[in-house]
């Protein structure tokens, strides 16, 4: 048996109790750990956290935990070896698809370092000027964002244990509220020694980071008004989690970060863009072998542009070596696990009732892994060649698979029967006709990329979260945001308004950031 993983709660290490759940390899079945939250004492834990950890953090200024967050950054980034390896045995990750996970949080942790230096000896924020409330103006209100008294729960999902901690941790621990995150099981490690770094490095104050590994029984029963709870994962947990006491009773805050079916759209004739259109699906299929929140599921062409579509997609997917990662002929490694290849298999042939397979990655032997054994699994295009469509624009396939779907008219329409979606993606050179598409989709999408052939080799991916601009959807989505620069800080703050006369907040009001 492997080690159980320790959890950091009430500024100590605990293993939890019983035998735990193991974690595997996905591309050799070994197991590599275990983890169990079974016998924490959560009651103490979160007290710890709010008490010890938040006052530590609010007594700190914005550019003082901005600094923190700077060494955090620097102390991971020493560790960086380990990260990696954890990656490939727990994820089965081929490194470039490790680099977008462990990069993407060193890169957002330092993006939020400097953005939080910005807002200098402040520890509250200003939401725009006072304004008066009489004729003489002698009595005003002032808009105020102070971080809210409680502490951030993190529920991630599996696919991001590095980025999915950071991307939430940075605004949080910026704003001044501390953290306990509870990674999704399968890939818990990587998280979890992240924060043993951190922890060991002696950065931040005690009570400020927490990681809980393993079942998340009784976490939200523990949360309490003045807590907030980001939830990264499947709609139907989301939904599980959205009717807990903690948020229809104690009105805690949730933000929701789930499914979402994204659209590429072919938008013109020019053939920089339909090249773009095509290396860019072919990435999202393939990158983290397709299990990523914002990759390319529905990828619309005219339908004149079909056949010549389906060619082009299926000839560099062709070129994709899928296996064992510690191959470095492979471009493509596992999923996470064997559930998961399941997962996708079962969502395959729902999809497959109303499409056609116009590449089968399958008939190519894996390289150095057992197909019988290991969760690795080739990339699928699926076709809607016979009209209609139904579970194309409503099943989440979370692996490498994508449909390819001719239209004929309003593409945008077709965008928006995904339900609500992170990301669309736009290919064309008439920068005119794709503005007026982008605003079209604006209400169904929490983000717009539009790739014309002056950016064709500049832009930073359909898939890519970067921090300074939104991420999150609405709808099915999760109706989350997050990211987006100081705007993710607003989760974390509460907004009051302060009514009285100018000299109570003439202080405050110099004072404030903006
Ligand atoms: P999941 O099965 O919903 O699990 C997500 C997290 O919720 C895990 O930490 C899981 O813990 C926990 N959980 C499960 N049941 C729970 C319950 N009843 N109460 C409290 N927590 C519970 O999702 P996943 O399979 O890890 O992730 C894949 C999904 O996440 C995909 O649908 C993908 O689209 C979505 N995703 C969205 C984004 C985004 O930013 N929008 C990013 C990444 C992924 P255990 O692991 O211990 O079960």
């Not at 200003?126 to 993190?154: E, I, M, W």
């Not at 976490?219 to 709609?235: M, Q």
């Amino acid at each position: 048996m492997t080690e159980i993983l320790k959890n950091y709660l009430g500024g100590e290490w605990t293993a939890g109790k019983g035998a735990g759940t193991p974690l595997v390899d996905p591309v050799t079945g070994d197991e590599v750990a275990r983890v169990s939250s079974d016998g924490l004492d959560l009651d103490r834990g979160f007290a710890f956290a709010r008490d010890a950890g938040g006052a530590a953090l609010r007594a700190r200024s914005y550019a003082e935990r901005a600094a923190l967050l700077a060494e955090v950054a620097k102390a991971l980034t020493a560790k960086k070896d380990d990260y990696y390896a954890i990656a490939l045995a727990n994820s089965g990750t081929t490194k470039g698809d490790s680099a977008v996970d462990i990069e993407g949080a060193l890169f957002t942790l330092s993006f939020y370092a400097k953005l939080g230096a910005d807002l200098g000896d402040a520890r509250h924020l200003l939401d725009g000027d006072g304004v008066s409330l009489n004729k003489d103006g002698s009595f005003r209100s002032q808009h105020v964002l102070t971080p809210t008294r409680g502490l951030a729960l993190f529920i991630n999902a599996f696919n991001f244990p590095a980025w999915g901690l950071w991307e939430k941790a940075a605004p949080a621990l910026l704003s001044g509220v501390p953290v306990v995150v509870k990674p999704a099981t399968a890939t818990a490690w990587l998280t979890q020694r992240m924060v043993a770094d951190v922890v060991a490095a002696g950065i931040l104050p005690p009570g400020a980071l927490s990681v809980v590994c393993g079942s998340a029984a009784g976490l939200l029963d523990r949360v309490g008004a003045f807590d907030v709870v980001s939830f990264t994962g499947s709609a139907e947990t989301a939904s599980k989690l959205r009717g807990h006491a903690a948020f229809t009773e104690r009105a805690a805050r949730i933000n929701v970060e789930a499914d979402s079916l994204n659209s590429a759209i072919l938008a013109d004739e020019a053939p920089e863009a339909f090249d773009a259109f095509v290396t860019e699906v072919v990435r999202e299929m393939t990158v983290k072998s397709g299990q990523k929140c914002t990759a390319i599921r529905r990828a619309f062409v005219p339908a004149a542009r079909f056949e010549a579509a389906r060619e082009a997609l299926a000839a560099k997917l062709a070129k994709i070596t899928v296996g064992n990662p510690r191959n470095e002929a492979v471009r493509m490694g596992s999923l996470v696990n064997r559930a998961q290849h399941d997962a996708v298999t079962r969502g395959l042939a729902t999809l497959a009732r109303e499409t056609e397979v116009l590449f089968d990655g399958s008939k190519v032997a894996l390289v150095d892994a057992d197909p019988a054994r290991s969760a690795c699994l080739p990339p699928t295009l699926l076709g809607l060649t016979k009209g209609g469509g139904d579970a194309v624009h409503s099943v989440e396939v979370f692996g490498p698979v994508a449909t390819l779907i001719p239209y004929d008219g309003d593409v945008a329409a077709l965008a928006r029967k995904g339900g609500g979606s992170l990301v669309a993606s736009l290919y064309g050179a008439d920068e005119a006709k794709l503005g007026e598409l982008a605003l079209s989709l604006a209400d169904t999408h929490g983000r717009v990329h539009v790739v014309t052939p002056a950016v064709a080799k500049a832009h930073t991916g359909h898939g890519n979260v970067m921090p300074q601009s939104l991420h999150g959807g609405p709808g099915r989505a999760g109706g989350g945001e997050e990211l987006g620069g100081l705007r993710a800080l607003g989760f974390y703050h509460r907004r009051t308004a302060v009514q009285s006369a100018a000299g109570v907040m003439a202080a405050a009001a110099k004072d404030g950031a903006r």
